[in-house]
């Protein structure tokens, strides 16, 4: 006990000065401008505190730093530690951070009406329901959400319907109404479209429109639809249980002499009981320490006051002032504290359809594919559906060819340079967008030299041009363009390489180039490759976009914006030649409908879960932002979100929108100028002569 003693005392002291062993503790600051980690981890270097800040981008970021030993401990979620457990990452778990003195942070009860007849889960059969609703997962997991009814009702897995539409359909014939608000899916459209066709399981909501503002709502939603005589059995928390049935202080709704709690084991329990029988229970968010250091760290963290400056530092980066730590004894390993809560575990291993459907993502390097690995393993653990598998190639191109020709994946990221060429030679097609503001979009300008005479595009024949890529976005957005000004006769390749001078376009076929280029031997690949092309003096023009143009500015300081200017049109709105997304999602263009379906709404649970809007404290991933220090992998960094069209608002008028312009073009015959090329004329003549003399 004296030892014991002793060490907590030398543990703390440790706090103040810097000849103690130091430890790091790896913070996630929430989303908003206030940074946590910007106020409090200089505090702790000021003091000389042997606690030090390791900044992570989300949660788990933080559980990828203890692994590699870049940290010593960090605050997770029960969700994290399900993660961290099929990740196999070993941690110990030694503190938990209560709100209230209850063993978990909530448990999930059924609550039954004694007029019902219900006495067991087979009596649930044809009975009205009332659900706690959809869209608000900072309170529960779509698994925590749907585990009474993924227990009790007989799923089915009709292939012709979604994932999605099976549960769906499954609770609409199990239960004779039901009042399940909130949206379905996250598609509006198609929400709206699954309440119309299966109607009874809103037909005891408040409203027929079934939304966030109906009176059944939300957490306490499910007991007024039981206690108001709408609903026979309720899924809800034990704590609003409490409070709802005056078993707490607090303003009570209904007494409790009229309703019974529906046992797992298909018993009855009094409501107004102490020890309810409990289905599911979620446990409280919790410290996280490596092995080696988990001993002093519980120590330190156990004790730590809000009276002393450098140990209240410490409780704000943990998000731990207004929380209560509380000691784990023993320390445990997090299979074993997990086990703990009732049916916590087996809730997130519970089986979907079988055979399982899985969106197979492809990714084009191993620290993308390790991105996209945390994606698979955390939308698990918040019930998204289909399963997510990530498979790696080469590059872009061999993912296309994997979607297309051999059916090994089913998912692509592509950039708008890659977009003509997925649809003309790998028959694929968007699923969804990677959106942002205005400001951020793909849009492709005409950029020259301030001392340029060049005025309008009709100026440009003969000059020399820079492309970022042949076959491109801002390629084929010029080629469109300047067909649709009749500057060129026919929207082809070779037709508007004639148009221009010697002019770069890298990737170009060089055997039917007949122009001599002007980035042969010079490194002018890119965005900011044809910016370079044209400040080098070798190019009149480059076609880009203006973001690399501002970009560029930002980090060249020799360079000023009235260094260059956009050459416009003869039109109010031609200086932008088209816009485009900064990412498609893109699968093959005969994928099932029943697919696509799954495929779009998983991608839109993904976005609003992990994306930039999302709703918990703390991101537990990040879906948009670096990963281990690396930009851009899987979705762009500036992505802001996913949806079904190209665009971030509904209110967005831009014009002249990068797919609309690809798809409109259409073939057209080959003009004079090429018909008289030398090489088109020699084989004219040889087939000629074969036929007249054979």
Not at 102 to 120: C, D, P
Not at 125 to 134: E, N
Not at 152 to 169: A, D, F, G, M, Y
Not at 288 to 296: E, F, G, L, N, P
């Amino acid at each position: 006990m004296f030892r014991s003693s002793t060490c907590v005392v030398a543990a703390l002291a440790c706090l103040s000065f810097v000849y103690c062993d130091k430890y790091r503790i790896c913070v996630v600051d929430s989303k908003g401008g206030y940074k946590v980690s910007n106020h409090y981890c200089p505090t702790l270097t000021k003091l000389k505190s042997n606690i030090e800040c390791v900044v992570g981008i989300d949660r788990l970021d933080c559980l990828r730093h203890l692994s590699k030993g870049t940290a010593d401990f960090t605050v997770l979620t029960a969700e994290d530690l399900v993660t961290a457990h099929t990740s196999e990452i070993e941690v110990l778990v030694t503190n938990e951070l209560r709100y209230t003195s209850e063993k978990y942070e909530y448990e999930l009860v059924a609550v039954v009406n004694k007029k019902s007849g219900i006495t067991s889960r087979h009596h649930l059969k044809d009975k009205k329901y009332c659900h706690p609703g959809y869209g608000y997962e900072e309170y529960f997991t779509k698994i925590l959400v749907n585990y009474f009814e993924s227990t009790v009702v007989p799923q089915s897995c009709n292939p012709k319907l979604t994932i999605n539409e099976n549960r769906i359909k499954a609770t609409s014939d199990f239960f004779k109404s039901s009042c399940k608000a909130g949206p379905w899916v996250h598609d509006p459209q198609k929400d709206d479209e699954l309440k119309q066709k299966y109607p009874n399981l809103c037909a005891i909501c408040g409203s027929p429109n079934c939304n966030i503002n109906d009176k059944y709502w939300g957490r306490r939603g499910p007991l007024l639809c039981l206690t108001d005589g709408a609903g026979d059995v309720s899924w809800t928390r034990w704590d609003d249980v409490q409070i709802h049935f005056g078993l707490t202080p607090g303003d009570t709704e209904s007494s409790p002499d009229d309703f019974s709690l529906l046992c797992p084991d298909d018993t009855l329990m009094p409501v107004n009981t102490t020890n309810p029988c409990v289905w599911v229970a979620k446990p409280w968010s919790v410290v996280v320490t490596k092995r080696s250091s988990a001993q002093d760290l519980q120590s330190i963290i156990s004790n730590l006051s809000t009276s002393d400056q450098a140990q209240f530092a410490v409780l704000n980066l943990m998000s731990a002032t207004t929380q209560t730590v509380e000691k784990i004894y023993p320390i445990e390993a997090i299979e074993t504290y997990l086990n703990k809560a009732t049916g916590f575990l087996s809730a997130n291993s519970f089986s979907g359809c079988h055979p399982p459907r899985t969106i197979r993502i492809c990714t084009t390097s191993i620290v993308e594919n390790a991105k996209c690995s945390w994606l698979r393993e955390t939308a698990a653990v918040y019930g998204i559906e289909p399963d997510i598998d990530c498979l790696k190639a080469d590059n872009t191109t061999h993912c296309m060819l994997a979607l297309n020709t051999n059916n090994a994946a089913d998912v692509v990221m592509v950039s708008p340079d890659l977009t003509n060429k997925a649809r003309r030679d790998y028959n694929l097609q968007p699923l969804f967008y990677e959106t942002v503001y205005n400001n951020e979009k793909y849009v492709t300008v005409a950029v020259t030299r301030q001392n340029s005479d060049l005025e309008k595009l009709e100026d440009l024949q003969g000059k020399k041009a820079c492309f970022p890529v042949y076959d491109g976005m801002a390629w084929n957005t010029v080629k469109h363009s300047f067909h649709m000004k009749n500057l060129l006769k026919c929207p082809s390749d070779s037709v508007m390489m004639n148009y221009f001078g010697p002019s770069c376009a890298p990737e170009y076929p060089k055997e039917s180039h007949t122009t001599s280029g002007i980035c042969d031997g010079d490194n002018f690949n890119g965005e900011l490759g044809a910016l370079k092309c044209l400040t080098s003096g070798k190019g009149d023009v480059a076609f880009l976009s203006k973001n690399t143009l501002l970009k560029f500015l930002q980090d060249n300081k020799d360079y000023k914006l009235e260094d260059f200017k956009i050459v416009c049109g003869n039109s109010s709105n031609a200086c932008h030649l088209g816009w485009s997304p900064v990412g498609y999602g893109m699968i093959r263009t005969n994928s099932s409908e029943v697919w696509k379906k799954d495929t779009l709404d998983v991608f839109l649970q993904l976005d609003e879960l992990f994306g930039k809007n999302f709703k918990s404290l703390t991101s537990p991933y990040t879906m948009y932002g670096k990963y281990d220090g690396k930009s851009d992998l899987l979705f762009q960094d500036e992505t802001v979100r996913i949806r079904s069209v190209p665009m971030a608002r509904n209110t967005d008028t831009m014009s002249n929108e990068f797919e609309s312009l690809i798809k409109s073009d259409t073939p057209c015959l080959a003009s004079s100028q090429e018909m008289a090329s030398p090489y088109l004329i020699t084989i004219f003549v040889n087939l000629l002569l074969f036929y007249v003399f054979c």
